[in-house]
Structures are given as structure tokens and as C-alpha cells.
């Protein structure tokens, strides 16, 4: 019985220490990912900005069409 105890106890260690370096791996891949994620933001913005730029154009004063005089200058 004995024996059972200590396998198991060696197993459990075994497991922890796997996931110590799955956690940091997994830890490793996150901050590549929120480094990746805040330049995504910045070009998003960006995108975002300009297309607002293009789909509000600004206003142009209109011309009136045809000759137009001032007559009481002069």
C-alpha cells in the first residue's frame, strides 16, 4: 500500500510541475497576444478616424449658378 501512496504522491508532483510549465507558456502566449491586441487597437482607431473623415466630408459653400454682380459696389 505503501508503495500506491508514494507513486501517486510522485505522479501529483509530476502533474504540478507540467502545468508550472503550461502556465508559463500559457502566461508567455498572453502577453503576445495583448501586445498584439493594443497595436490592433491603435490601427482600428485609426481606421475608424479616417473613415469617419471620408464619410463626413466637409461642408462646401455653394456657388449660385450663372454671372453674379455686385451691383451697389462702385
Same mark, same amino acid.
Given at each position: 500500500?505503501?508503495? #500506491?501512496?508514494?507513486? $501517486?504522491?510522485?505522479? /501529483?508532483? =509530476? /502533474?504540478?510541475?507540467?502545468?508550472? %510549465?503550461?502556465?508559463?507558456?500559457?502566461?508567455?502566449?498572453?502577453?503576445?497576444? =495583448?501586445?498584439? /491586441? $493594443?497595436?490592433?487597437? =491603435?490601427?482600428?482607431?485609426?481606421?475608424?478616424? %479616417?473613415?469617419?473623415?471620408? %464619410? &463626413?466630408?466637409?461642408?462646401?459653400?455653394?456657388?449660385?449658378?450663372? #454671372?453674379?454682380? &455686385?451691383?451697389?459696389?462702385?
Amino acid at each position: 500500500m505503501g508503495v #500506491f501512496v508514494v507513486r $501517486a504522491f510522485i505522479q /501529483l508532483r =509530476e /502533474l504540478l510541475s507540467a502545468n508550472k %510549465v503550461l502556465a508559463r507558456h500559457i502566461g508567455q502566449l498572453k502577453a503576445r497576444i =495583448e501586445k498584439k /491586441l $493594443a497595436t490592433h487597437d =491603435e490601427a482600428i482607431t485609426t481606421l475608424f478616424s %479616417v473613415i469617419r473623415k471620408l %464619410v &463626413d466630408p466637409p461642408m462646401r459653400k455653394h456657388r449660385g449658378i450663372g #454671372f453674379t454682380a &455686385d451691383l451697389g459696389a462702385g
